[in-house]
């Protein structure tokens, strides 16, 4: 199965597509459910734009509407990817100062760092994000 979203493609340079959302009804493998499943792009309004980058060639130009595509693999990856550092970052500090005897203060300053840690973690671990772009 397969997540799909309708962009329109705002402009193309030699690297990465400027693309914006639009409206759109939900593929099959999310009809079941009533909402997109993987939300994406939720936290990109329609008015907005993000760029797509791009690793060869394309014939798509300014205008065009098109249909970005994720496997639900590839998708589940990046959730994991995503929620999966922040989370260790958090948990980690505590089990170890428990098991250690740290005070609840050093286990919450370390948790804090844990997680920011491990948000930059994951913002640089999510950039390969594979994303299949179809006419």
């Not at 797509?52 to 249909?67: C, M, N, Y």
């Amino acid at each position: 199965m397969t997540c799909q979203r309708s962009v329109e493609v705002v402009s193309v340079s030699a690297h990465a597509l400027v693309v914006k959302s639009v409206a759109h009804s939900l593929c099959a493998s999310c009809l079941k459910f009533g909402r997109c499943r993987s939300d994406w792009l939720s936290r990109k309004s329609a008015g907005q734009t993000f760029e797509i980058p791009l690793s060869e060639p394309t014939s798509v130009k300014a205008g065009d509407v098109v249909v970005l595509d994720i496997g639900q693999q590839s998708l589940t990856g990046q959730m994991v990817k995503l929620y999966a550092p922040p989370l260790i970052g958090l948990m980690v500090p505590i089990i170890v100062g428990q098991m250690y005897g740290w005070g609840e203060g050093f286990q919450a300053i370390t948790s804090v760092a844990g997680v920011g840690l491990g948000w930059l973690f994951s913002r640089y671990w999510t950039r390969t994000f594979q994303i299949r772009i179809n006419q």
